[in-house]
């Protein structure tokens, strides 16, 4: 079963285009996603705060809430302002393990003005789950979730 993205950004557009509440707009774009990609069992944003991610809205088991900067894939994927697909957990270095089902993960960095406010993170119990179309797709998602964010006027470093 494949996401068909350009429908999952149409569908997002509509539900969170007009939203001015960051935190009900990033509640619903987790929503969203966790609805409609499958084989997954997590998925979240977390914030930037100082030197570390600190857990935001999310789909799942309860998870790790501080990520140092440049620690694990979400905190790799921040510091170093690029997407991170890693298609098995157990070999990527440093990997922080939160769920133990977990086997492959993708992190979209969220970047507003140049800078790095938050990431979004996905996991799958699947080893390779994430393909280069879903990369490619979830960049899409965020940059649509990062100009609607935008579109509520309110300082985004400083999101939620």
């Known amino acids: 079963m494949t996401v068909d993205y350009k429908i999952l950004d149409r569908q997002l557009d509509a539900l969170i285009g007009e939203e001015n509440d960051l935190l009900a707009a990033s509640a619903n774009f987790v929503g969203l996603l966790f609805s409609e990609i499958h084989d997954i ?18 789909q799942g088991q309860p998870a790790c809430v501080h990520i140092p900067l440049g620690r694990g894939v979400c905190g790799t994927a921040a510091a170093e302002k690029r997407t991170i ?29 140049g800078a790095v406010f ?43």
């Open 41 to 58: 069992n997590w998925l979240g944003l977390y914030i930037l705060r100082g030197d570390e991610l600190v857990l935001g809205p999310f």
């Open 85 to 113: 697909k890693v298609d098995n957990v157990h070999n990527f270095h440093g990997h922080i393990t939160c769920d133990p089902n977990s086997k492959s993960e993708v992190v979209v960095p969220l970047i507003a003005n």
């Open 118 to 160: 938050a990431v979004l993170d996905i996991d799958s119990p699947r080893e390779a789950r994430f393909s280069e179309v879903d990369q490619s797709g979830l960049e899409l998602l965020c940059q649509r979730f990062v100009k609607c964010l935008a579109k509520t006027k309110q300082d985004l470093l400083n999101f939620i």
